[in-house]
């Protein structure tokens, strides 16, 4: 079986409720995760807009959270996870707004998509110091056994 990433706070290809945005309460939706491919050490999740700033004209990829290190027998983060509640050994990178945790969608134009992405890795990472999503994929090169996306859809409404 593959590994599969899903959510009870949004299924697959559908519209991310505001609760989970900027006009709501911005805080990480529940995700969860299965059939963890034999020989993972670590897992990493990245959350990303690549329809930033507008979907008619994409000029980049705006990185939402970025976690690393995550333990191959945890199998979920619940609805608002805290750091204090993450298990042991998660790192952290740097989002787009220069900080760590979850930012929730919040485009200024359109209907952008957000993918939820697991990675499965054959290696435990070295401490990165709170890299940026470019740093932390050339640290995956090469250790990367098995990949799933959850992709949601946010616009803003006036």
């Not at 329809?51 to 945890?74: C, Q, S």
């Not at 993918?115 to 050339?138: M, N, R, S």
């Not at 949601?152 to 409404?157: E, N």
């Amino acid at each position: 079986m593959a590994l599969t990433l899903t959510s009870k706070s949004f299924f697959h290809n559908t519209e991310i409720p505001p609760y989970y945005t900027c006009d709501g309460k911005d805080i990480s939706p529940e995700l969860s995760w299965e059939n963890i491919p034999d020989g993972t050490r670590s897992l990493v999740l990245i959350v990303d807009d690549p329809d930033a700033p507008d979907p008619v004209e994409p000029k980049m990829t705006w990185v939402h959270w970025i976690l690393y290190n995550i333990p191959p027998d945890a199998n979920a983060l619940p609805e608002d996870v805290q750091t204090n509640e993450f298990p042991p050994g998660i790192l952290q990178g740097i989002n787009d707004w220069q900080r760590t945790g979850y930012g929730g969608p919040c485009p200024p134009i359109g209907n952008h998509r957000y993918f939820h992405k697991l990675y499965a890795l054959d290696t435990l990472l070295p401490d990165l110091k709170h890299p940026t999503k470019v740093i932390l994929e050339e640290a995956m090169k090469g250790h990367i056994i098995a990949h799933a996306e959850l992709i949601g859809f946010y616009q803003r409404h006036p």
